[in-house]
C-alpha cells in the first residue's frame, strides 16, 4: 500500500464512489467530495500530498479551485480529468503548472500507474531531501570549525592587550610605583576596548551560525561587509587585499544563506592565495543587469585546475588536498544557490589586468532575480 494522502473531487457520484473504493485498496489516506468547496476545505486542513479533480464541474471548476489554493501558497500537484471536448481548459492549466492530464472515461490502471509513478517520485525527493540536510550539517560543522579558527586570530590581540594592561596594574601595585590617578583610566579603557571588540566579533560569528530562513529586503554591500569581518583575520595575517566594486543594490532573498555562498567562495579563494607569495587579491564586484543581480568573485591564484572545473560543483569532489578539502563546500553553495536563493552560479578561469599587472584566476559569477524582477514575476 502506498503512503499518501490523497483527495479525489468528482461531481459524478456513481464515478466518484468507484474510484475511490479502487483507490483505498492501494493508498493509505483517501478523501473524495463531490464539491469542490468542501475538497478546498479539506485539502487546506490535511495537505494531501497529491489532488485529483474532474475540470469541468458546476458551481466551481477544478481549474478555479486549484487556482484559490495556488493564492493561498498552498502547492499540491494535482492531475486534472478532462474530456477532449474541453480543450478551453488546457492552456489556462498549462499556466497553473498542473501535474498532469488524464482522459475520460478514466482508465483506472493507468490512473494507478500514474499515482505509483508519483509516489516513487516523491519517496525519491524525500530521500534526498534527508541527505540533503545531512548535508548541510556537515557543511555547518566544517564552517564552524574554520569561524573557531578565525576567532582565535581575532581574539589574540586584544587577549594580549588586556593581559599586558592587567599584568602592569598588579605589577605597579606591588612594586608601589603605579600612579592610580593618571594611569588607571588609560590601562581601563584599554581593557574595555579589547572586551568590547571581542564582544562584537563574537556577535558577528553568532550571527552567521544562527539559522534564520526568514526572507527579507537587505542591501548587498552590508552582507559583503559581514563577510569581510569574517575573514579579516586571516586576511591580514597573510596580507590578502579585498578589492570591492560594488553599486548600491538591494536584495529581497535569504541573507544568511547568501553570506554562506560567498564566504565560501572567498575562504576557497583565501585558501589557495596563502600558498602563494606574490600579491594576494580577491575582487568582488556586485552591479545590477537586465533585471537580476550579478556577483563576480575572482582571485589571482592561478585558476583552478582544467581537470578539476567542470566538476567542481560535484559532491564530494575538491580541488584541495584530501587533508584539506571535503568536497562539500561547493556543492552545498549550488544548491543554496539554485534551491534557496533561486539564481545561478558559474565558474572559468580568467586572465585579467589590475595595476598594469597581468593575473590569472578563477571566477564565479552568481546570478539572482532583484528586487524588482521578484515583484513583477508574483
Same mark, same amino acid.
Given at each position: =500500500?502506498?503512503?499518501?494522502?490523497?483527495?479525489?473531487?468528482?461531481?459524478?457520484?456513481?464515478?466518484?464512489?468507484?474510484?475511490?473504493?479502487?483507490?483505498?485498496?492501494?493508498?493509505?489516506?483517501?478523501?473524495?467530495?463531490?464539491?469542490?468547496?468542501?475538497?478546498?476545505?479539506?485539502?487546506?486542513?490535511?495537505?494531501?500530498?497529491?489532488?485529483?479533480?474532474?475540470?469541468?464541474?458546476?458551481?466551481?471548476?477544478?481549474?478555479? /479551485?486549484?487556482?484559490?489554493?495556488?493564492?493561498?501558497?498552498?502547492?499540491?500537484?494535482?492531475? %486534472?480529468?478532462?474530456?477532449?471536448?474541453?480543450?478551453?481548459?488546457?492552456?489556462?492549466?498549462?499556466?497553473?503548472?498542473?501535474?498532469?492530464?488524464?482522459?475520460?472515461?478514466?482508465?483506472?490502471?493507468?490512473?494507478?500507474?500514474?499515482?505509483?509513478?508519483?509516489?516513487?517520485?516523491?519517496?525519491?525527493?524525500?530521500?534526498?531531501?534527508?541527505?540533503?540536510?545531512?548535508?548541510?550539517?556537515?557543511?555547518?560543522?566544517?564552517?564552524?570549525?574554520? =569561524?573557531?579558527?578565525?576567532?582565535?586570530?581575532?581574539?589574540?590581540?586584544?587577549?594580549?592587550?588586556?593581559? /599586558?594592561?592587567?599584568?602592569? /596594574?598588579?605589577?605597579?601595585?606591588? =612594586?608601589?610605583?603605579?600612579?592610580?590617578?593618571?594611569?588607571?583610566?588609560?590601562?581601563?579603557?584599554?581593557?574595555?576596548?579589547?572586551?568590547?571588540? =571581542?564582544?562584537?566579533?563574537?556577535?558577528?560569528?553568532?550571527?552567521?551560525?544562527?539559522?534564520?530562513?526568514?526572507?527579507?529586503?537587505?542591501?548587498?554591500?552590508?552582507?559583503?561587509?559581514?563577510?569581510?569581518?569574517?575573514?579579516?583575520?586571516?586576511?591580514?595575517?597573510?596580507?590578502?587585499?579585498?578589492?570591492?566594486?560594488?553599486?548600491?543594490?538591494?536584495?529581497?532573498?535569504?541573507?544568511?544563506?547568501?553570506?554562506?555562498?560567498?564566504?565560501?567562495?572567498?575562504?576557497?579563494?583565501?585558501?589557495?592565495?596563502?600558498?602563494?607569495?606574490?600579491?594576494?587579491?580577491?575582487?568582488?564586484?556586485?552591479?545590477?543587469?537586465?533585471?537580476?543581480?550579478?556577483?563576480?568573485?575572482?582571485?589571482?591564484?592561478?585558476?583552478?585546475?582544467?581537470?578539476?572545473?567542470?566538476?567542481?560543483?560535484?559532491?564530494?569532489?575538491?580541488?584541495?588536498?584530501?587533508?584539506?578539502?571535503?568536497?562539500?563546500? %561547493?556543492? /552545498?553553495?549550488?544548491?543554496?544557490?539554485?534551491?534557496?536563493?533561486?539564481?545561478?552560479?558559474?565558474?572559468?578561469?580568467?586572465?585579467?589586468?589590475?595595476?598594469?599587472?597581468?593575473?590569472?584566476?578563477?571566477?564565479?559569477?552568481?546570478?539572482?532575480?532583484?528586487?524588482?524582477?521578484? %515583484?513583477?514575476?508574483?
Amino acid at each position: =500500500m502506498l503512503d499518501l494522502k490523497l483527495v479525489v473531487v468528482e461531481d459524478d457520484e456513481i464515478l466518484l464512489k468507484r474510484i475511490t473504493r479502487i483507490l483505498k485498496r492501494e493508498i493509505s489516506d483517501v478523501y473524495s467530495f463531490n464539491n469542490p468547496d468542501d475538497a478546498l476545505n479539506k485539502i487546506i486542513e490535511v495537505r494531501p500530498d497529491i489532488i485529483i479533480s474532474d475540470i469541468n464541474m458546476p458551481g466551481m471548476s477544478g481549474l478555479e /479551485m486549484y487556482k484559490k489554493l495556488n493564492d493561498q501558497n498552498i502547492k499540491v500537484p494535482i492531475i %486534472l480529468a478532462s474530456a477532449f471536448s474541453e480543450p478551453k481548459y488546457f492552456i489556462e492549466a498549462i499556466k497553473l503548472k498542473v501535474k498532469n492530464f488524464i482522459v475520460k472515461p478514466i482508465n483506472i490502471d493507468n490512473l494507478l500507474a500514474e499515482i505509483k509513478e508519483f509516489h516513487d517520485e516523491l519517496e525519491e525527493k524525500k530521500e534526498l531531501t534527508k541527505k540533503e540536510k545531512v548535508l548541510r550539517i556537515q557543511s555547518k560543522m566544517a564552517a564552524m570549525g574554520e =569561524m573557531l579558527g578565525n576567532i582565535a586570530h581575532q581574539w589574540k590581540q586584544p587577549l594580549n592587550t588586556i593581559s /599586558m594592561c592587567t599584568s602592569t /596594574m598588579q605589577l605597579g601595585k606591588e =612594586m608601589n610605583n603605579f600612579d592610580f590617578e593618571n594611569e588607571l583610566d588609560e590601562y581601563l579603557n584599554n581593557i574595555m576596548e579589547s572586551v568590547n571588540y =571581542m564582544s562584537s566579533t563574537i556577535n558577528d560569528f553568532q550571527n552567521y551560525l544562527k539559522p534564520n530562513k526568514l526572507e527579507t529586503n537587505f542591501h548587498l554591500d552590508d552582507t559583503i561587509e559581514k563577510v569581510e569581518k569574517l575573514i579579516s583575520a586571516q586576511c591580514k595575517a597573510h596580507n590578502i587585499k579585498v578589492i570591492k566594486n560594488i553599486e548600491n543594490t538591494n536584495l529581497s532573498s535569504y541573507q544568511n544563506e547568501l553570506l554562506q555562498v560567498i564566504l565560501n567562495i572567498v575562504k576557497n579563494a583565501s585558501d589557495e592565495l596563502i600558498k602563494m607569495d606574490l600579491e594576494k587579491y580577491i575582487f568582488i564586484d556586485i552591479f545590477e543587469e537586465d533585471g537580476e543581480i550579478t556577483l563576480k568573485i575572482k582571485d589571482n591564484a592561478g585558476g583552478i585546475k582544467q581537470k578539476d572545473i567542470s566538476s567542481i560543483f560535484k559532491l564530494y569532489i575538491t580541488s584541495k588536498d584530501d587533508t584539506d578539502g571535503t568536497g562539500i563546500g %561547493l556543492y /552545498m553553495t549550488k544548491q543554496i544557490v539554485e534551491n534557496s536563493l533561486e539564481g545561478k552560479i558559474t565558474v572559468e578561469n580568467i586572465d585579467f589586468t589590475y595595476n598594469d599587472k597581468k593575473y590569472t584566476g578563477a571566477e564565479f559569477t552568481i546570478k539572482i532575480k532583484s528586487l524588482i524582477n521578484k %515583484l513583477v514575476d508574483a
